[in-house]
């Protein structure tokens, strides 16, 4: 466990030290993605200058909510930046050099890349709550838990639906549709969604998981919820190390020559 | 002759893009998801007293949407594209062919964008219909509605190829496309119509050119009338001459300083 902790640190920072040998490149992603995760607060801006709460939740809850997702999805992207490659990956038949090696095939293969842009991500989620979120120290340590719950769970659907390209081929599209759905119904208070969407919504697209959950554990703690999400993490992680494991069984090497440097 | 050649270029074009019909309507699938949030939270924000505008109701709010993401997702990429071609000096094959680079553009640009906009209008028709159900519209309103349409989709083109010129002059164009999707999303008033802003900002955008790309087409879908209509055509055929002559020009001082390596 420390080990394989160890190993995504190093890569991560392996990865930032990279990015950050074009000093100019690394700023302007971070910098521009703080810019665009604002602009999406715009929107709220101007509906909660009419109203004083959607559904029953207030503008502050949506500033925790969209800093969740941001965090969440932050995390993910530059910890784990190969998961939406990973359907890719697989059909091209490039995960030889991941199998040669001695380090566990799905985490290494994770870990390779970073979106740098993530950090701008998760820099916008952190600020945004320090500055509007809930006053305290213990709304932030519940925030800062469950969004890393909130991102192991969308890297674990990540890799569920990039794994289906063992048995499907191409999967890309449905990993982008995932991903996709899951940050677009993120972005929004649950109250909107009711009955079989909603159901949806803590099933196929995890949205629940990555960003309500967490939302309203900062709002109000529960030991119960808090409980819950953990636990789904762990067995979305479970599930996805089982679907790749499975997968991989059925792996058949490229015939593609490349080279790594 | 000299239009058959770009109307053939356009067609071409189209055809091509049938071809990817899949992609186009996955791509509209995030459309009637974005369609389907919206008629959602209109629905718990619509009663509550002082939410709307003047002039808007819940209905016309869903269809105004439907209209203003339709265009913006209808819009086909042509931003990477050009910009890439200036970088790598492959806009240099343009000088010796004989056709206009802008005109060959804007041929291409529209066979992709017709075809977009017509699943997205299939799509968003759709969706709106069974939402919140019909509003009053006549062949004649919505030939006139789509007009507008066609002339903010043209100044969207103009927009982006003069920021894609720029290419010639700076090495790293996405910033501005970054920009201006964020601009047309506050100024053009993609969500929300401008006349939810407060008063400075709503101000701000109607004197900008990019409501006349969203806001203003989107508008007229929902409450027409016929001196809107006509200014709103009217600015943005002056708009669309300027910055046509924008990207003439930029096109023409840029090519003077081509440089191409190798072959």
Not at chain 1, 146 to 163: E, K, L, N, Q
Not at chain 1, 228 to 256: N, Q, T
Not at chain 2, 206 to 222: M, Q, R
Request: net charge neutral; with cysteine.
């Amino acid at each position: 466990m420390t080990g394989g902790l160890s190993f995504v640190w190093e890569h991560f920072k392996f990865n930032l030290a990279s990015a950050m040998e074009y000093r100019a490149g690394f700023i302007s992603q971070v910098v521009f993605m703080v810019l665009n995760d604002m602009f999406l607060l715009f929107f709220w801006w101007i509906v909660f200058g009419r109203v004083s709460n959607v559904g029953g939740w207030t503008f502050q809850d949506v500033v925790v909510l969209q800093a969740s997702m941001a965090v969440s999805y932050g995390l993910s992207v530059s910890v784990f930046g190969n998961t939406p490659r990973l359907p890719v990956l697989i059909a091209e038949g490039q995960l030889d050099y991941y199998m040669l090696l001695p380090r566990d095939p799905l985490l290494h293969v994770l870990v390779s890349r970073s979106d740098i842009s993530g950090i701008g991500d998760v820099a916008f989620g952190v600020g945004v709550m320090v500055l509007f979120g809930p006053d305290g120290l213990g709304p932030l340590v519940v925030f800062s838990m469950s969004a890393a719950a909130g991102a192991a769970v969308f890297t674990s659907f990540g890799v569920i639906a990039g794994s289906l390209a063992f048995f499907i081929g191409h999967a890309q599209t449905i990993s982008q549709q995932l991903a996709g759905a899951t940050i677009t119904f993120g972005g929004y208070p649950e109250p909107l969604f009711r009955g079989i969407v909603r159901v949806a919504l803590y099933s196929l697209i995890p949205a629940g998981f990555v960003v309500y959950l967490p939302a309203r554990l900062v709002r109000s703690f529960d030991l119960g919820t808090f409980a819950v999400l953990m636990a789904f993490a762990a067995f979305a992680m479970a599930v996805a190390y089982w679907m790749f494991r499975r997968g991989l069984s059925r792996y058949e090497s490229g015939s593609l020559v490349g080279t790594r440097v | 002759m000299g239009l058959a050649k770009y109307v053939h270029i356009a067609r071409i074009n189209f055809a091509a893009k049938t071809a990817y019909i899949g992609d186009v309507l996955l791509g509209s699938a995030f459309y009637a998801l974005i369609l389907y949030i919206f008629v959602q939270l209109w629905k718990v924000l619509g009663p509550s007293p002082g939410v709307l505008p003047e002039g808007f109701s819940q209905k016309e709010l869903v269809w105004y949407l439907a209209a203003s993401e339709a265009i913006m997702l209808g819009k086909a990429p042509i931003a990477s594209e050009v910009s890439d071609e200036v970088k790598s000096g492959a806009i240099a094959y343009a000088l010796g062919r004989p056709y206009s680079y802008l005109g060959f553009k804007l041929a291409t640009y529209w066979g992709d964008t017709s075809l977009r906009m017509m699943v997205n209008v299939v799509i968003g028709a759709a969706v709106a219909l069974a939402a919140v159900g019909a509003i009053p519209l006549s062949p004649a309103r919505l030939l006139m509605w789509g007009a507008a349409v066609a002339l903010a989709l043209t100044l969207n083109f103009f927009m982006v190829m003069c920021l894609s010129l720029s290419a010639f002059w700076v090495e790293d164009t996405g910033p501005f496309f970054w920009i201006y999707s964020k601009v047309l999303f506050v100024l053009g008033g993609l969500f929300v119509p401008i006349d939810f802003y407060p008063e400075s900002l709503r101000r701000a955008a109607a004197v900008s050119p990019f409501n006349l790309v969203l806001y203003a087409p989107s508008k007229l879908l929902v409450a027409f009338d016929a001196a809107t209509f006509g200014q709103t055509v009217m600015m943005q055929l002056v708009w669309v001459v300027i910055l046509g002559a924008l990207a003439a020009g930029l096109y023409a001082m840029g090519v003077r300083r081509l440089n191409v390596n190798g072959g």
